[in-house]
């Protein structure tokens, strides 16, 4: 192992509703129809992860409903409002919201994420995503998503203006704002939290999503389908916050990791084989289709990828899909050069968009420390098959596996997100 | 049970919530103090709260977070969330409010008024989500409100519940089919549908605080209920005839201030008016007054009967139990009809 570091690792459940994969609803007997949007399955993520001493649980959203037919987490509860729910009945686990800088007033989500922080006692998060499925925009009166360079800019001049006004609370004076597509003049009214305003996530793997993350963001919830690739984003965005005058230590690299554990090897490939043949068949080439932004349907299942699919999914102008898993993906195809038939089987252990691991939890503890002891990460943003009975293995097993090597926290010491985070380097800052 | 049967209310000012998220025994006395509902941030829609430049003074908390937690802390109430599509859309404001009524097992409502009295305005003539910088906006008044409540409770049934189905055997969670797009091109347009299906108790309640009698008119088969500020008798008749309040149209509730030592002679000659099917207590707006109202006024129209008080007698209804729709008695929410273009093929169950 590479030399040690001071503090721990971070670690986030993404929740994705039941679990990442699309036949979560069919796996564990507890689940009935109405788990999406029952208080009472939430409760018990809630209570299982403040269990684990987990630092946070994370929320993807967006404003639109894809097919719920054989997929039960299309049914998507609003971020801010099931987390405000969950926060009354937790008392330290982090909660983190995705919301839209396309599809919200600045304004108003301002004072909404601050009043999720005030009424949780600082646990807030807001994952920034300036939202990339099409189906949203009709929600809106658009006809379709804004091009990705103005999504971006849009996101910066508006997460700026959240920053603004999240400071406005504070100090009482008032935001004067003219930009080129937010103008206000204002400031709000909520109470400041005790971690001052919520921690900021940036979602994304783009070349501007990661400046933005290296200047602004707090934590960055990013795809990475290898160690070394991972390194170099790691030291990429590191970067650009020490260029941007920041300590390296104030933005948290926490890549998703997509998880199958079992108590052997071959029983956590089985779990993963059954819960890939429950879901719909054409699941995994849907996947393919919006994250390369094609039609995977018409591609040959026994060639290669063509290499003309792979030069424009490279092409930061070509709209669909996100760049971020684009890059992820081809990087992972011109590697080994499968047929798309072997690449969608290949993925269901190893992950396609973010990086998959099957196997037990000690494995998956050696995996922790290897990527975390090589400066690949500082913590991940776990993703369980499915999250009922993923997050009860992640709290009894994997997390007791994580503590005894020195990696983890044994309990809660600090009270706030932003507190755990500087836990994590081994500062103790509570407050920003 | 009340004398009357009539269901009696409050009203919570922003500074009311901040002090309840903050103090959870405020809250548990809240919870036990025997009201059937609570409406969260009645002085973020009220024109007539007094104005700085930027906005209100004082303070606040965004009204859907804020009844969602205090929701899940004060389960005997029922929680409505004061709101208007200014700085809000009507997608995402129908979204969260779906959400809360999930959450808190049909316990939820919205109550929309034209503006937020903590927002900065924004420019006259297009503040309605103009500043979003997404399209040109729409002026604030009661026909945009109108056309956002009809948006609204079309996407709070473009989800029909009895689609899900989750037959683990054929592997069909919902008939994708039986979701329908509301396509509804007005002010605003939106496709629809909505991210949940629709709530235990059919639909959130939705309620429209009203100032004058043409929001009354505008709230006319939009809206459940219909709040009129009490300050006005002289004027009750005319937004009663306008909103054809209790018989086409929507209930209406007096909100009433909760101060005075006449409050139980008055809140008794409102509830005895055949018009009025219920009433909302507002304290004044500072903290210290939501602490004054808990400890002395309420428990004086509890001993009145006015009020139901912390333990209901056995065998009578409880307003601690319930939907929101059932503490405020409210029929089902009126069908719209099925008529809009399927969201998704219908599924193929799995042969097993």
């Known amino acids: 192992m590479p030399a040690s570091r001071q503090g721990h690792v971070i670690l986030g459940v993404n929740a994705l509703v039941l679990g990442y994969l699309p036949a979560a609803w069919l796996w564990d007997p507890r689940l009935t129809a109405r788990s999406p949007v029952d208080a009472g399955y939430w409760r018990h993520v809630g209570a299982v992860a403040e269990r684990g001493t987990l630092d946070a649980l994370f929320l993807a959203d967006g404003p639109g409903l894809g097919d719920p037919s054989y997929d039960a987490n299309a049914a998507r509860l609003e971020p801010t409002v099931n987390w405000a729910a969950l926060a009354a009945a937790t008392e330290r686990v982090g909660l983190i919201a995705t919301a839209s800088t396309t599809f919200n007033d600045p304004f108003e989500l301002a004072e909404r994420l601050l009043s999720l922080d005030y009424a949780s006692g600082g646990r807030a998060g807001w994952n920034i995503v300036t939202t990339r499925h099409g189906q949203a925009a009709g929600n809106f009166g658009l006809a379709g998503l804004p091009e990705r360079g103005d999504r971006y800019e849009r996101a910066a001049e508006f997460t700026d203006l959240v920053l603004a006004l999240w400071e406005s609370a504070a100090t009482g004076r008032e935001v004067d704002h003219r930009g080129s597509h937010f103008t206000l003049r204002g400031r709000l009214r909520v ?16 070349a501007a999503g990661r400046r933005l993350a290296g200047t602004r963001a707090e ?20 970067g650009y916050a020490a260029a941007a005058g920041r300590s390296p230590a104030e933005v948290k690299i926490l890549p998703g990791v997509l998880l199958s554990l079992g108590s052997t090897e071959e029983e956590a490939r089985r779990r993963s084989d ?62 080994t050069r499968p047929t798309v038939r ?49 997050l009860e293995v992640i709290a009894d097993e994997v997390v007791p596996l994580l503590r005894r090597r020195g990696l983890f926290r044994h309990e809660y010491e600090t009270t706030t997100l932003r507190g755990h985070f500087a836990a994590a380097s081994g500062r103790k800052a509570e407050t920003v | 049970m009340t004398s009357h049967g009539k269901p009696v209310g409050i009203a919570l000012s922003g500074a009311h919530l901040a002090a309840l998220l903050a103090d959870r025994a405020l809250t548990a006395r809240l919870n036990a103090a025997g009201l059937p509902f609570a409406v969260a941030g009645i002085d973020r829609i009220d024109p007539a709260v007094p104005r700085s430049r930027d906005g209100a003074a004082g303070r606040t908390v965004e009204s859907t977070v804020a009844a969602a937690a205090l929701a899940a802390r004060a389960p005997d109430l029922g929680w409505l969330a004061a709101a208007a599509v200014h700085r809000d859309h009507p997608y995402n404001l129908a ?94 347009d939106i496709d629809g549908p909505l991210t949940v299906p629709a709530t235990p108790q059919g639909s959130p309640v939705l309620a429209w605080r009203a100032g004058t009698t043409g929001e009354a008119a505008a709230a006319r088969g939009v809206a459940d209920i219909l709040i009129w500020p009490a300050g006005q008798p002289d004027r009750l008749g005319a937004a009663v005839a306008a909103a054809a309040a209790g018989t086409a149209g929507p209930r209406l509730f007096l909100e009433v201030p909760a101060g005075g030592g006449d409050l139980a002679a008055r809140l008794a000659g409102y509830l005895a008016d055949e018009r009025v099917a219920g009433v909302i207590l507002r304290p004044a707006g500072a903290e210290q007054a939501l602490r004054e109202f808990l400890a002395i006024d309420l428990p004086g129209l509890t001993v009145s009967g006015l009020t139901a008080g912390g333990s209901a007698a056995p065998g009578s209804a409880d307003p601690g139990r319930g939907t929101l729709r059932e503490r405020l008695s409210l029929p089902a929410p009126e069908p719209l009809p099925a008529t809009g273009r399927p969201a998704f093929p219908p599924p193929v169950p799995a042969l097993t």
């Open chain 1, 191 to 206: 109470p400041p939290s005790p971690q001052g305003h919520p921690v900021l996530i940036q979602a994304g793997g783009s």
């Open chain 1, 219 to 238: 934590g960055v919830f990013s795809a990475e389908l290898t160690k070394a690739g991972a390194i170099e984003h790691y030291r990429e965005v590191k």
């Open chain 1, 274 to 335: 059954q819960l890939h043949e429950l879901g719909p068949a054409a699941y995994s080439v849907q996947w393919l289709s919006g994250s390369l932004g094609i039609d995977a349907s018409a591609l040959s299942l026994d060639e290669p990828f063509p290499e003309d699919v792979l030069r424009q999914a490279l092409d930061p102008a070509f709209a669909g899909g996100s760049i971020g898993f684009r890059q992820s993906i081809v990087g992972q195809i011109r590697q």
């Open chain 1, 342 to 390: 072997e690449y969608l089987r290949q993925t269901r252990y190893t992950g396609s968009g973010h990086h998959g691991f099957t196997g037990t939890p000690e494995q998956f503890a050696d995996h922790v420390e290897d990527w975390y002891r090589s400066g690949a990460i500082d913590g991940f943003n776990l993703q369980p098959d499915v999250l009922a009975d993923g």
């Open chain 2, 95 to 188: 979204r969260r409010i779906a959400s809360a009524d999930h959450l808190s097992g049909g316990r939820s409502g919205l109550v929309l008024g034209l503006r937020m009295s903590f927002a900065p305005p924004g420019r006259a003539g297009r503040e309605v989500w103009g500043g979003a910088g997404l399209t040109e906006g729409a002026p604030a008044g009661p026909e945009t409100t109108r056309d956002a409540a009809t948006a609204i409770r079309a996407l709070w049934q473009s989800w029909p519940a009895e689609s899900v189905v989750a037959d683990r055997e054929a592997r069909v969670y919902a008939h994708g089919d039986q979701i329908r797009h509301i396509d509804h091109r007005g002010v605003f």
